[in-house]
């Protein structure tokens, strides 16, 4: 494989206009498609294999346009002190928003405060569920607007009315904490690779894969059923990668240049070395992002395949457009050692040997004191992956809010007024069609639940189908929605179930929002497992080829394994516990993102492979070029620290970015990412990674003889470029050049 690469890098350097040319037209055609693509469509959110979307879907087949699962509102009125909203004057001003809520054209149904139970005890507050036919994500933006004027016409009232529910969402706010995370990478880069134009590459290339790729999901999105936020994982990742990637082949491009080697062999040299690790790296990540199609929730298998296409167009600009952008850049890229003038660069060097970078510093630390160095990273994560033992997963509802949106503050005035559980109840569908009496079976299926512990209140059954073998109940836990009491219920509902329809034939389901988002819960919980193993098991092969050993794929398994378990415990004790909440705008303590657990893997473990993968096979370059395993593995840090250093740094930038914004769930990814990359890059990669390998020594490139018989040799180290070229070659090749055509 390097020897493929390093003919593809001197093609590209020296054909660059065709290469330019090539990914110039690439883009504008994926720009063309998008601009021409009809407005990608909301898909309906399902989740198969859920008993919450069975009672959806029964209810569609039973009752079409019944909208079970439609978008809700809850508009809560509040009096003036002293007032009460039955006064005539407060009854007539929400009888008239109650009646505009319900003129909308997606609008199912608007209750009546003062027939339907909406009005507290004590008279201060009511309010109203408006329903609509369709989901929040196939919601119109003029049905929000309708809602959100409405609710501030009836404010002049002199009422409080404010809005909760999944049919206006609040729109997060990340504020200028993301622009200086950009521009702190941006800063790295410079630093890393001494001149404007060097740093300049990975940010324009970068960039160029992402807008490739997401005009790409644009295009696509009508005949593949894309959702409109499909591309969010995709811009994500293709930076995250698309910068890492070029940053790989820029620093070895430098290294080569300080060897001595003319610019063409360098750029050729570079994309066969590091252009190898970009490519497994790559694949790993693939790997992690398509994996995520185990957990069998369309949404996510959408948003992995669309990320993993952006991972896979930023490891070909790597590949290509990278030399062929050097080869432009000509002497503006400068060898390893050397800055810009501006930088410090031009001055004098002091006679005397070279001084030693942190890198090969730090290295000869660990493999002095191998032993101590691994004690002490594992203690340290072991302390802080402890609170995963009180993991509690959820989903987060308008409690989580900030408290000057209008959603927390509906959420708060129906706590008040009505109690917790009014803000997410719970849907039970009875189907009866099996039924002997389907009115009393219904009937006694209500008195049964109505006397469980933790029922606040239920509705009189409503059936929904002219048949009348379905009905629904709506049911108010004591709880809040996210709470674990409210899950138990949920469950306890359930284990009578089975007990109810042998009694009266009764099949119930409980559904709605608080019970689909308890199923969604319970999905990924379930699914963590065999996606963790699917992930780990294909990584653990795909490295047992790249380093062509057993010992080193596996410690980069179980490192990557202990710095997500000190990230999630890092997550619990700051957005469950509250620990240090207030540093980082966590108003409001409660269950972990269900998605978290899934979504760190997924995206953590591929960069850690990035990580491992371009500082490992520095070593094991060294270490196949005849050095010491603990010479190797100076040598490995000696080269890649550098560069290890500033991609995690660049990523901890742009993930920390997002925990300015207002929504809890944003917050929550960008600090567990941001943990993660720091746990990941310099306990994991730079200290345990050198101390088990200098603890190893040679053992760490075992391979047993019928295994490496088996496995092919894709000679990631360049061992193959030492025949193919010679010192300081740069002529131009043309049989070189035409096989590499032919291929």
């Given at each position: 494989m390097a020897t493929y690469l390093y003919k593809l890098g001197r093609l590209a350097f020296r054909r660059r206009h065709v290469f330019a040319l090539i990914w110039a037209a690439l883009l504008a055609v994926a720009i063309v498609g998008a601009a021409k693509a009809p407005a990608p469509g909301d898909s309906a959110f399902s989740i198969p294999g859920t008993e919450a979307q069975r009672a959806f879907d029964l209810l569609e087949e039973r009752a079409p346009g019944s909208s079970p699962d439609g978008a809700t509102a809850r508009v809560v009125f509040q009096a003036p002190s002293g007032e009460k909203v039955t006064a005539q004057e407060n009854k007539t001003a929400i009888a008239e928003t109650v009646k505009k809520l319900g003129s909308g054209s997606e609008v199912a149904s608007a209750t009546d405060p003062f027939a339907g139970g909406g009005v507290s005890k004590d008279g201060s507050t009511a309010y109203t569920a408006v329903t609509y036919k369709v989901t929040s994500m196939e919601l119109e933006d003029s049905s929000k607007e309708t809602l959100e004027k409405t609710v501030e016409d009836a404010r002049e009232s002199g009422m409080k009315v404010e809005v909760g529910g999944d049919a206006l969402q609040a729109e997060p706010h990340t504020g200028s904490a993301e622009i200086i995370g950009i521009a702190i990478a941006a800063v790295v880069l410079v630093i890393t690779l001494g001149s404007l134009i060097a740093a300049g590459l990975p940010l324009i290339t970068a960039l160029i894969g992402v807008g490739a790729g997401v005009s790409a999901i644009a295009a696509l999105s009508d005949p593949l059923n894309l959702d409109s936020t499909t591309s969010t994982l995709a811009t994500m990742i293709g930076l995250a990668v698309g910068i890492d990637y070029a940053l790989f082949i820029v620093s070895r491009y430098r290294a080569e240049l300080a060897e001595g080697r003319d610019k063409e062999d360098a750029a050729g040299r570079a994309v066969g070395t590091a252009g190898s690790a970009v490519v497994f790296a790559g694949l790993t990540v693939i790997i992690a992002l398509v994996g995520l199609a185990v957990v069998n929730i369309p949404l996510l298998t959408k948003m992995g395949a669309a990320a993993a296409g952006t991972v896979a167009i930023a490891v070909l600009i790597a590949l290509t457009l990278i030399p062929a952008l050097l080869g432009y850049a000509r002497k503006r890229v400068r060898p390893a050692g050397e800055k810009a003038r501006w930088l410090g660069g031009g001055r004098k060097k002091k006679d005397g040997p070279a001084k030693e970078n942190g890198g090969t510093r730090w290295a000869r630390f660990v493999v002095r004191r191998p032993l101590t160095v691994l004690l002490i990273g594992i203690i340290g994560l072991g302390a802080a992956a402890a609170p995963v033992a009180s993991l509690q997963l959820g989903l987060p509802d308008d409690g989580y809010q900030p408290t000057d949106?209008?959603?927390?503050?509906?959420?708060?005035?129906?706590?008040?007024?009505?109690?917790?559980?009014?803000?997410?109840?719970?849907?039970?569908?009875?189907?009866?069609?099996?039924?002997?009496?389907?009115?009393?079976?219904?009937?006694?299926?209500?008195?049964?639940?109505?006397?469980?512990?933790?029922?606040?209140?239920?509705?009189?059954?409503?059936f929904v189908d002219k048949a009348g073998d379905t009905a629904m109940i709506t049911v108010v836990p004591d709880y809040k929605p996210s709470s674990k009491d409210t899950e138990d219920l949920v469950h306890s509902i359930r284990d009578e179930a089975s007990g109810i329809k042998a009694d009266n034939g009764a099949d119930i389901m409980v559904t709605g929002a608080t019970g689909m988002n308890i199923d969604v819960s319970q999905k990924l919980d379930d699914a963590l497992v065999p996606y963790l193993a699917l992930v780990v098991g294909l990584a653990f092969l795909l490295l047992m080829i790249v380093f062509r050993s057993v010992l080193v794929p596996l410690k980069a398994a179980l490192g990557f394994l202990l710095s997500v378990l000190a990230a999630l415990g890092a997550v619990v004790a700051v957005f469950q516990w509250g620990w240090a909440g207030s540093l980082f705008g966590v108003e409001e303590t409660g269950p972990i993102m269900s998605m978290m657990p899934i979504f760190m893997v997924g995206v953590v473990f591929g960069l850690a492979m990035d990580y491992e993968v371009f500082l490992v096979t520095r070593m094991r370059e060294a270490f196949v070029h005849g050095e010491e395993p603990k010479e190797a593995i100076v040598t490995g840090f000696k080269y890649g620290a550098r560069v290890v250093t500033a991609a995690a740094v660049i990523m901890i930038a742009v993930f920390a970015g997002f925990i300015g914004s207002t929504e809890q769930m944003i917050k929550m990814i960008g600090f567990g990412l941001a943990i993660a990359v720091f746990f990941d890059a310099f306990v994991v990669r730079m200290a345990i990674v050198p101390a088990v390998l200098a603890l190893l020594g040679r053992a760490a490139w075992w391979l047993p003889k019928w295994l490496g018989k088996v496995l092919p040799n894709v000679d990631v180290e360049g061992e193959g470029l030492r025949t193919e070229s010679g010192e300081g070659r740069g002529q131009d090749d043309p049989d070189e050049e035409k096989e590499l055509v032919r291929a």
């Amino acid at each position: 494989m390097a020897t493929y690469l390093y003919k593809l890098g001197r093609l590209a350097f020296r054909r660059r206009h065709v290469f330019a040319l090539i990914w110039a037209a690439l883009l504008a055609v994926a720009i063309v498609g998008a601009a021409k693509a009809p407005a990608p469509g909301d898909s309906a959110f399902s989740i198969p294999g859920t008993e919450a979307q069975r009672a959806f879907d029964l209810l569609e087949e039973r009752a079409p346009g019944s909208s079970p699962d439609g978008a809700t509102a809850r508009v809560v009125f509040q009096a003036p002190s002293g007032e009460k909203v039955t006064a005539q004057e407060n009854k007539t001003a929400i009888a008239e928003t109650v009646k505009k809520l319900g003129s909308g054209s997606e609008v199912a149904s608007a209750t009546d405060p003062f027939a339907g139970g909406g009005v507290s005890k004590d008279g201060s507050t009511a309010y109203t569920a408006v329903t609509y036919k369709v989901t929040s994500m196939e919601l119109e933006d003029s049905s929000k607007e309708t809602l959100e004027k409405t609710v501030e016409d009836a404010r002049e009232s002199g009422m409080k009315v404010e809005v909760g529910g999944d049919a206006l969402q609040a729109e997060p706010h990340t504020g200028s904490a993301e622009i200086i995370g950009i521009a702190i990478a941006a800063v790295v880069l410079v630093i890393t690779l001494g001149s404007l134009i060097a740093a300049g590459l990975p940010l324009i290339t970068a960039l160029i894969g992402v807008g490739a790729g997401v005009s790409a999901i644009a295009a696509l999105s009508d005949p593949l059923n894309l959702d409109s936020t499909t591309s969010t994982l995709a811009t994500m990742i293709g930076l995250a990668v698309g910068i890492d990637y070029a940053l790989f082949i820029v620093s070895r491009y430098r290294a080569e240049l300080a060897e001595g080697r003319d610019k063409e062999d360098a750029a050729g040299r570079a994309v066969g070395t590091a252009g190898s690790a970009v490519v497994f790296a790559g694949l790993t990540v693939i790997i992690a992002l398509v994996g995520l199609a185990v957990v069998n929730i369309p949404l996510l298998t959408k948003m992995g395949a669309a990320a993993a296409g952006t991972v896979a167009i930023a490891v070909l600009i790597a590949l290509t457009l990278i030399p062929a952008l050097l080869g432009y850049a000509r002497k503006r890229v400068r060898p390893a050692g050397e800055k810009a003038r501006w930088l410090g660069g031009g001055r004098k060097k002091k006679d005397g040997p070279a001084k030693e970078n942190g890198g090969t510093r730090w290295a000869r630390f660990v493999v002095r004191r191998p032993l101590t160095v691994l004690l002490i990273g594992i203690i340290g994560l072991g302390a802080a992956a402890a609170p995963v033992a009180s993991l509690q997963l959820g989903l987060p509802d308008d409690g989580y809010q900030p408290t000057d949106t209008t959603q927390r503050k509906a959420y708060d005035m129906i706590t008040e007024g009505f109690g917790p559980g009014y803000n997410g109840p719970l849907m039970l569908v009875a189907d009866v069609k099996g039924a002997d009496d389907p009115k009393g079976a219904v009937a006694d299926v209500a008195a049964k639940v109505k006397g469980m512990d933790g029922v606040e209140a239920l509705t009189k059954p409503v059936f929904v189908d002219k048949a009348g073998d379905t009905a629904m109940i709506t049911v108010v836990p004591d709880y809040k929605p996210s709470s674990k009491d409210t899950e138990d219920l949920v469950h306890s509902i359930r284990d009578e179930a089975s007990g109810i329809k042998a009694d009266n034939g009764a099949d119930i389901m409980v559904t709605g929002a608080t019970g689909m988002n308890i199923d969604v819960s319970q999905k990924l919980d379930d699914a963590l497992v065999p996606y963790l193993a699917l992930v780990v098991g294909l990584a653990f092969l795909l490295l047992m080829i790249v380093f062509r050993s057993v010992l080193v794929p596996l410690k980069a398994a179980l490192g990557f394994l202990l710095s997500v378990l000190a990230a999630l415990g890092a997550v619990v004790a700051v957005f469950q516990w509250g620990w240090a909440g207030s540093l980082f705008g966590v108003e409001e303590t409660g269950p972990i993102m269900s998605m978290m657990p899934i979504f760190m893997v997924g995206v953590v473990f591929g960069l850690a492979m990035d990580y491992e993968v371009f500082l490992v096979t520095r070593m094991r370059e060294a270490f196949v070029h005849g050095e010491e395993p603990k010479e190797a593995i100076v040598t490995g840090f000696k080269y890649g620290a550098r560069v290890v250093t500033a991609a995690a740094v660049i990523m901890i930038a742009v993930f920390a970015g997002f925990i300015g914004s207002t929504e809890q769930m944003i917050k929550m990814i960008g600090f567990g990412l941001a943990i993660a990359v720091f746990f990941d890059a310099f306990v994991v990669r730079m200290a345990i990674v050198p101390a088990v390998l200098a603890l190893l020594g040679r053992a760490a490139w075992w391979l047993p003889k019928w295994l490496g018989k088996v496995l092919p040799n894709v000679d990631v180290e360049g061992e193959g470029l030492r025949t193919e070229s010679g010192e300081g070659r740069g002529q131009d090749d043309p049989d070189e050049e035409k096989e590499l055509v032919r291929a």
